[in-house]
Protein backbone atom coordinates (compact mmCIF):
# COMPACT_ATOMS: atom_id res chain seq x y z
CA UNK A 1 0.00 0.00 0.00
CA UNK A 2 1.12 3.52 1.39
CA UNK A 3 4.13 2.20 2.70
CA UNK A 4 5.85 0.93 -0.61
CA UNK A 5 4.78 3.81 -2.57
CA UNK A 6 6.69 5.67 -0.29
CA UNK A 7 9.46 3.72 -0.23
CA UNK A 8 9.74 3.84 -4.04
CA UNK A 9 9.47 7.61 -4.11
CA UNK A 10 12.14 7.93 -1.60
CA UNK A 11 14.43 6.08 -3.94
CA UNK A 12 14.06 8.27 -6.57
CA UNK A 13 14.34 11.77 -4.61
CA UNK A 14 17.91 13.41 -4.43
CA UNK A 15 18.77 13.63 -1.37
CA UNK A 16 20.47 17.32 -0.16
CA UNK A 17 24.04 17.43 -0.03
CA UNK A 18 24.07 20.77 2.00
CA UNK A 19 25.59 20.44 5.76
CA UNK A 20 25.94 24.34 6.24
CA UNK A 21 23.27 23.94 9.05
CA UNK A 22 24.29 21.07 10.48
CA UNK A 23 27.58 21.75 13.29
CA UNK A 24 31.08 20.71 13.71
CA UNK A 25 32.52 18.87 17.39
CA UNK A 26 33.10 21.88 18.83
CA UNK A 27 29.14 22.86 18.26
CA UNK A 28 30.29 25.66 15.55
CA UNK A 29 28.36 26.08 12.62
CA UNK A 30 29.42 24.94 9.22
CA UNK A 31 27.69 27.77 7.49
CA UNK A 32 29.57 30.40 10.03
CA UNK A 33 32.80 28.36 9.41
CA UNK A 34 33.19 28.26 5.55
CA UNK A 35 31.95 32.23 5.91
CA UNK A 36 34.86 32.90 8.03
CA UNK A 37 37.69 30.82 5.26
CA UNK A 38 35.95 32.76 2.41
CA UNK A 39 36.35 35.91 4.38
CA UNK A 40 40.46 35.73 4.93
CA UNK A 41 40.55 34.97 1.12
CA UNK A 42 38.77 38.08 0.56
CA UNK A 43 41.25 39.67 2.43
CA UNK A 44 43.93 38.25 1.50
CA UNK A 45 43.58 39.46 -2.19
CA UNK A 46 41.89 42.73 -1.36
CA UNK A 47 45.63 44.08 -1.72
CA UNK A 48 45.88 42.34 -5.08
CA UNK A 49 42.31 43.84 -6.27
CA UNK A 50 43.46 47.05 -5.50
CA UNK A 51 46.87 47.10 -7.27
CA UNK A 52 45.12 45.85 -10.53
CA UNK A 53 42.38 48.62 -10.02
CA UNK A 54 45.12 51.31 -9.96
CA UNK A 55 47.05 49.64 -13.19
CA UNK A 56 43.40 49.82 -15.05
CA UNK A 57 43.32 53.01 -13.98
CA UNK A 58 46.81 54.04 -15.28
CA UNK A 59 45.85 52.50 -18.17
CA UNK A 60 43.08 54.93 -18.98
CA UNK A 61 44.68 57.39 -18.05
CA UNK A 62 47.53 57.03 -20.39
CA UNK A 63 45.17 56.17 -23.31
CA UNK A 64 43.17 59.42 -22.62
CA UNK A 65 46.92 61.04 -22.72
CA UNK A 66 48.28 59.47 -25.29
CA UNK A 67 48.45 61.62 -28.24
CA UNK A 68 46.13 60.14 -31.41
CA UNK A 69 47.32 57.86 -34.47
CA UNK A 70 45.83 59.78 -37.40
CA UNK A 71 47.60 63.18 -38.03
CA UNK A 72 47.21 65.32 -40.88
CA UNK A 73 50.06 66.60 -43.24
CA UNK A 74 49.58 69.28 -45.58
CA UNK A 75 52.19 71.52 -46.33
CA UNK A 76 49.93 73.83 -48.31
CA UNK A 77 47.51 74.42 -45.40
CA UNK A 78 50.23 74.71 -42.82
CA UNK A 79 52.35 77.67 -45.34
CA UNK A 80 48.77 79.10 -45.17
CA UNK A 81 48.59 79.25 -41.56
CA UNK A 82 51.76 80.09 -41.33
CA UNK A 83 51.42 83.48 -43.90
CA UNK A 84 47.69 84.23 -42.20
CA UNK A 85 49.48 84.40 -39.11
CA UNK A 86 52.28 86.80 -39.96
CA UNK A 87 49.59 89.13 -41.73
CA UNK A 88 47.72 89.30 -38.74
CA UNK A 89 50.55 90.17 -36.70
CA UNK A 90 51.46 92.98 -38.96
CA UNK A 91 48.19 94.20 -39.37
CA UNK A 92 47.74 94.43 -35.55
CA UNK A 93 51.35 96.25 -35.38
CA UNK A 94 50.03 98.72 -38.45
CA UNK A 95 47.02 99.55 -36.47
CA UNK A 96 48.73 100.04 -33.14
CA UNK A 97 51.24 102.58 -34.96
CA UNK A 98 48.29 104.28 -36.69
CA UNK A 99 46.54 104.92 -33.25
CA UNK A 100 49.40 105.48 -31.12
CA UNK A 101 51.28 108.56 -33.76
CA UNK A 102 47.72 109.80 -34.48
CA UNK A 103 48.03 109.66 -38.42
CA UNK A 104 44.26 109.57 -38.53
CA UNK A 105 42.79 112.91 -40.11
CA UNK A 106 39.70 113.82 -38.73
CA UNK A 107 38.47 114.13 -42.44
CA UNK A 108 38.81 110.52 -43.05
CA UNK A 109 36.76 110.30 -39.82
CA UNK A 110 34.05 111.54 -41.69
CA UNK A 111 34.12 110.05 -44.84
CA UNK A 112 32.63 106.65 -42.84
CA UNK A 113 29.63 108.39 -42.13
CA UNK A 114 26.61 108.29 -44.19
CA UNK A 115 26.24 110.35 -47.25
CA UNK A 116 22.84 111.66 -46.52
CA UNK A 117 24.08 112.86 -43.38
CA UNK A 118 25.28 116.33 -42.82
CA UNK A 119 28.61 116.13 -40.54
CA UNK A 120 27.85 119.95 -39.53
CA UNK A 121 27.88 120.43 -35.98
CA UNK A 122 25.05 122.86 -34.75
CA UNK A 123 22.40 121.66 -37.06
CA UNK A 124 19.77 119.04 -37.38
CA UNK A 125 19.00 117.18 -40.40
CA UNK A 126 15.56 118.06 -41.06
CA UNK A 127 13.10 115.10 -39.81
CA UNK A 128 11.25 113.08 -43.21
CA UNK A 129 7.92 113.88 -43.40
CA UNK A 130 5.17 112.15 -44.77
CA UNK A 131 7.08 108.92 -43.86
CA UNK A 132 3.36 107.16 -43.36
CA UNK A 133 0.86 107.87 -45.35
CA UNK A 134 -1.57 109.60 -44.03
CA UNK A 135 0.28 111.26 -41.21
CA UNK A 136 1.41 114.05 -42.74
CA UNK A 137 1.38 116.48 -40.06
CA UNK A 138 1.70 114.44 -37.02
CA UNK A 139 5.28 115.54 -36.71
CA UNK A 140 5.29 119.34 -36.74
CA UNK A 141 2.20 120.80 -35.52
CA UNK A 142 2.64 123.91 -37.50
CA UNK A 143 3.61 122.31 -41.06
CA UNK A 144 1.34 121.69 -43.44
CA UNK A 145 0.05 119.17 -45.83
CA UNK A 146 2.79 117.35 -48.63
CA UNK A 147 0.79 118.40 -51.36
CA UNK A 148 0.95 122.59 -50.35
CA UNK A 149 4.58 121.94 -49.43
CA UNK A 150 5.61 120.56 -52.61
CA UNK A 151 8.48 123.02 -53.42
CA UNK A 152 11.84 121.64 -55.12
CA UNK A 153 13.82 121.81 -52.10
CA UNK A 154 12.51 120.81 -49.65
CA UNK A 155 13.58 116.96 -48.65
CA UNK A 156 10.72 115.23 -48.83
CA UNK A 157 9.45 116.12 -51.76
CA UNK A 158 12.91 114.78 -53.32
CA UNK A 159 12.86 111.72 -51.80
CA UNK A 160 9.73 110.39 -53.05
CA UNK A 161 8.16 109.42 -49.50
CA UNK A 162 4.88 111.21 -49.79
CA UNK A 163 1.96 110.17 -51.77
CA UNK A 164 1.56 111.94 -55.02
CA UNK A 165 -1.87 113.88 -54.68
Known amino acids: GFGSMLRALGAQIEK ?31 AEREAEKEQRRLERLQRKLAEPKHFFTNPDYQQQCHEMAERLEDSVLKGLQATSSKTVSP ?13 KNGTKSRKRKCFWLGLEGLDDPDSSDCEDDSEDDSPHASDGSCPSG
Not at 19 to 36: F, I, K, P, T, Y
Request: with cysteine.
Open 107 to 119: ESGDSRKRPGESG
Open 16 to 46: TTNREACRDLSGRRLRDVNHEKAMAEWVKQQ
